[in-house]
């Protein structure tokens, strides 16, 4: 790697010294990650239809999923889907080669499809619709494709990470599943806040409660009363803190105004979604750490800095942390478009660590391992929402 590596040395952890700590996550089932699940199996499918008919995996960006939410009638015991979700996958994607068309279209809408049903036990077949909308990528794009012994930055951006989560972190990004595997009621839009003081832990759940599960307001609340014991007690194992939890904040139980759905999901009718408007790629928003605007979902596994760099940033920091036993760690990385992808234009590294030459050296082992990080992303294999 001949870029510069920047170490500067960190005296504790900027997070512990803090007062405050707000941790937000999106989960599976909030429009705008069901937005990045979507455009990240359309750009595998992609992906691995290159590798199958070409040998490669060729130019694609299939990043922009927008979800207009549909329109449901949810009642206790059960309701009525009148309008399907509407989501439209938009993009760029190599769809010719060699006068050899590539069915694109077709690939992407099965992919969707696919994570769909996969994904939304609650959500019929029919109540969604999809409309591809992914052009021809454009020549100089392709081109950095090109010479594969020097793969080539796809843009000019900044990925970052850091190392190891919080407490906080911990919990909001765990709580999630135990709510979901624990109470069949709530559907697989689930979002959490976390907000830490010095010594008080407030947690607010926002939890899509399925209509079939509950026969009347009564029985919504024996609901919510069972996600806020789970909570409260998930997050008591884990932190010294007090705790505080609120759920479905927004409810008016009187009035019969509470969180009820019919597929477990905001999008059925409430909120819209976007790729990456929610989770960064450790599954949290942090905003009192280093963030990227990128949306990595999507973009394609090769060359495209905006979704590599923050997941190598993120395991540079890991691997400092954990083999240097460091506190805390901050790692940037810049890119500059048409340089190769292994060697960024610039790399900042913020540590309690004070071994600069094993730094150096964890961040160039993982700049050099892009091309197995690519063969994880193809497989699925690795978190970015």
């Known amino acids: 790697m001949k870029s ?29 990650t069901i937005c990045d ?5 359309i750009s595998r499918r992609l992906s691995r239809h290159y590798l199958d008919e070409f040998g490669q995996i060729l130019h694609h960006n299939t990043d922009s999923v927008q979800l207009v939410a549909g329109t449901t009638e949810p ?18 994607a190599t769809r010719t080669v060699d006068g050899r ?28 619709e999809f409309d591809p909308r992914i052009g021809e990528t ?28 919080s407490e906080t972190d911990r919990i909001v990004r765990g709580l999630e599943s135990e709510i979901r595997e624990e109470i069949p009621a709530v559907g ?11 010594d008080t832990l407030r947690l607010t759940v926002a939890a899509a409660v399925v209509s079939r599960y509950v026969a009347s307001v ?39 105004t509470v969180y009820l759905t019919e597929t477990g999901l905001s999008a059925e009718m409430g909120d819209d979604g976007n790729v990456g408007r929610g989770n960064r790629v450790n599954g949290l928003i942090t905003p009192h750490r280093p963030m990227s605007l990128e949306a990595a979902a999507g973009k ?39 340089t190769p992808v292994t060697d960024p234009q610039a790399v900042d590294v913020e540590t309690t660590a004070r071994d600069d030459e094993a730094i150096r050296r964890l961040v160039t082992a993982e700049l050099e391992d892009i091309d197995s990080l690519s063969r994880d992303l193809v497989a699925g294999d690795v978190q970015l929402f």
């Open 300 to 338: 394609n596994p090769v060359t495209h800095v905006g979704k590599l760099y923050n997941l190598v940033a993120t395991n540079a920091a890991a691997r400092i942390h954990r083999e240097l036993d460091a506190e805390y760690t901050e790692v940037k990385l810049l890119s500059q478009i048409g």
């Open 218 to 256: 009564e029985e919504y609340v024996d609901v919510k009363e069972q996600v806020a014991d789970l909570t409260r007690r998930y997050a008591s194992e884990r932190t010294e803190r007090a705790v505080q939890v609120d759920v479905n904040a927004a409810d008016d139980v009187d009035t019969g």
């Open 188 to 198: 697989e839009d689930v979002k959490l806040m976390g907000w830490r003081t010095d």
């Open 37 to 41: 699940g979507i455009a990240e199996a």
């Open 138 to 165: 454009s020549a100089d794009l392709k081109a950095l494709f090109d010479n594969r012994a020097v793969l080539r930055a796809n843009d000019t951006s900044i990925g970052v990470g850091y190392a190891p989560l």
């Open 75 to 92: 009642a206790f015991g059960g309701g009525d889907i009148v309008d399907p979700i509407y989501v439209l996958i938009s993009g760029r």
């Open 101 to 128: 068309d590539v069915p694109v279209d077709e690939l992407a809408v099965d992919a969707a499809r696919d994570y769909v049903d996969a994904n939304f036990d609650e959500l019929p077949a029919d109540a969604v």
């Open 4 to 32: 510069s590596v920047t170490v500067r040395h960190l005296e504790r952890s900027p997070i512990s010294a803090r007062s405050t700590e707000f941790v937000e996550r999106k989960g599976l089932g909030h429009p705008d």
